[in-house]
């Protein structure tokens, strides 16, 4: 356990998050004065969509607003969206504190500007000239940081980052400069042999980056989603885009990778074998998938599932939702449901809501998985029964000394309970369970199958004891363990904490266990530089200090029980 390693990782996250962003500056040209316009706005909400312009009585011309000249070789005829950047809360005190510690030197935004986030695109009036044309006078917002695109339908489109300055102007015209055309960057796609299917193919598309040239492409790819919406949504969230049988199907503008990976989908929901395709800047490569190539097994068929779901060995129904990859379908009164489309070629996996949650004990699982693995010659429907496993219960029960003593030396959130169970070498290993469910005397804790079981009870990482040992067999519907009260005179530790000779205060102590499942506990040092741990039973006490400017991890149990102090000299 490395907390330092953790906290090292973060830095590093953000850095080269933020070091995505990009600024495209242009020169002003001289424009004549704003024509007043009040504009519709659309949220934005990942892909987001174009917006009417909306134009209503005029407004005076004080305000700001925004214009921009597009270079191209015919008059424009397309849309134009301008886009307010902000800087969300909190960045910008992160952004001083880093330029503080020169944290920034190497690598991430060189501005506070590059932080900022588009939150709304407008949709912008633009007017054709004899080669371009004019987008805006836009009333914008006042703003660190803006951003103006513009798109026909072919997919060419003009893009420019604009910063006004570092005194935000709230009043007079701003201008972006001019815009260069940008021819799109695609793929069409021809299908061979797809004629005499029924049904729709598709292709999913996955982005081959260059790490040279990443962050230019993904600071591109929300900018394209504003051109190709449908395109844009498939490219980050992995849905296929249907394809023409009789015609080529167009995928553009993409973002300028080094190349797209094609993957067909068959109308049963089969996928062929991925097909590369290098792309080109400024480029619509055509490329042919080959239906008998990338099916050499053929396109499979698919099934009915028609099923009944139980609880446990009981002939009582269960279940109200089955969900999978292919979507949702209703489970009936009776426990029965039908699933169309099923895949016949490899084995799906089904999810079982129940719906069962209730106060104190459940019954069964509120959720559970399973599987239908296909069969050579199948019928094309299939009958199944899924049983849900019912609980059976191991309690923990307590006195009220022990728990009175349980509360004493736990703070949250702790105490914590961890299922164990033995093995045939009785060998011991912490098992999942799905519930712990409080109870006045104790905890139950759920159990889906016989065997050999504690539980441990945790009052920190470092400190448990655990139960009673339990034979939990196969009628068996609650067994109870018991949890003895903790020695009086237990072994205690402490954590002393030093710089050069003198005690460190307010120095982090991070401390761990035996066990990786429960949280590490942390704390202060006092004016002492101490830091009292109390009782310690676990094996290995992975540690983490930091004070004084200074870091230190290590293990703490030798000198725990050798001495009943870690001294640690930052």
């Known amino acids: 356990m490395r907390w330092k390693r953790g906290l090292g990782g973060t830095v590093v996250v953000l850095l080269l998050g933020v070091g995505a962003w990009m600024l495209l500056r242009s020169e002003p040209v001289t424009l004549p004065p704003p024509r007043p316009v009040v504009l519709t706005r659309v949220e934005d909400a990942g892909v987001p969509e174009p917006a009417p312009l ?10 700001l607003w925004l214009t921009a000249t597009l270079e191209g070789a015919h008059p424009f005829a397309g849309e134009a969206r301008v886009g307010a950047a902000f800087v969300v809360e909190g960045d910008e005190g992160w952004w001083e504190e880093e330029k503080r510690q020169k944290a920034l030197s190497l690598v991430g935004p060189t501005s506070l500007e590059d932080l ?22 836009v009333a914008v917002p006042p703003a660190p940081r803006y951003q103006v695109v513009a798109f026909e339908p072919d997919g060419t489109f003009w893009w420019a980052d604009f910063v006004p300055g570092t005194a935000l102007p709230t009043t007079g015209t701003l201008d972006a400069g001019v815009l260069r055309a940008n021819r799109p960057t695609g793929v069409s796609i021809r299908l061979d042999g797809a004629r005499n299917t029924e049904g729709t193919f598709s292709v999913r598309i996955e982005r081959d980056v260059d790490p040279r040239d990443a962050e230019r492409a993904s600071a591109l790819q929300p900018v394209l989603a504003l051109v190709n919406p449908d395109l844009g949504w498939a ?12 015609a080529d199907t167009r995928l553009a503008p993409l973002p300028p990778d080094r190349a797209v990976r094609l993957w067909l989908r068959a109308p049963s929901g089969r996928e062929g074998s991925p097909v590369e395709v290098p792309l080109r800047e400024g480029t619509v490569n055509p ?45 009936d009164a009776d426990g029965r449901f039908t699933i169309p489309n099923v895949p016949a070629w490899r084995a799906t996996r089904f999810n079982v809501w129940l719906g069962m949650e209730e106060d104190g004990r459940p019954e069964a699982p509120s959720m559970w998985d399973f599987d239908f693995t296909p069969t050579e010659g199948m019928p094309d429907t299939v009958d199944v029964e899924w049983r849900v496993p019912v609980y059976r219960w191991l309690v923990v029960r307590m006195d009220g000394f022990t728990r009175a003593q349980l509360k004493e030396r736990s703070e949250r959130p702790y105490p914590v309970y961890l299922l164990e169970r033995r093995d045939a070498q009785g060998l011991w290993s912490a098992v999942p369970s799905q519930k712990f469910v409080p109870e006045e005397d104790g905890v139950a804790v759920s159990l889906l199958e016989p065997g050999t079981y504690r539980v441990q009870v945790a009052s920190a990482p470092y400190a448990s004891r655990p139960s009673s040992v339990a034979q939990v067999g196969a009628d068996d519907t609650t067994v109870d363990v018991r949890l003895s009260p903790a020695p009086s005179a237990g072994s205690s530790c402490e954590v002393h904490v030093t710089h050069q000779g003198r005690p460190v205060a307010q120095a982090l102590v991070m401390v761990g266990g035996q066990y990786r499942s429960l949280p590490p506990v942390r704390g202060e040092t006092d004016s002492a530089g101490r830091w009292r741990m109390g009782a310690v039973t676990s094996d290995v006490l992975p540690m983490f200090v930091q004070g004084a400017e200074n870091e230190w991890d290590g293990d703490g149990a030798e000198a725990c029980r050798t001495s009943g102090v870690v001294e640690v000299r930052l």
């Open 54 to 63: 909306v134009e209503t009585e005029a407004a005076p011309d004080a305000g």
């Open 287 to 331: 490329v042919t998938l080959d239906v008998a190539r990338l099916f050499p097994e053929g396109m499979s068929r698919s099934v009915t599932l028609r099923g009944r779901v139980l609880l446990g060995n009981t002939p009582r129904p269960a279940g109200r939702m089955v969900g999978w990859v292919g979507g949702e379908e209703p489970v």
């Open 116 to 137: 900022a986030n588009v939150r709304e695109w407008m949709t912008a009036p633009a007017s054709a000239t004899s080669r371009g044309g004019v987008v805006g006078p």
């Open 235 to 246: 490219l980050v969230n992995g849905t296929p885009v249907p394809l023409s049988p009789d």
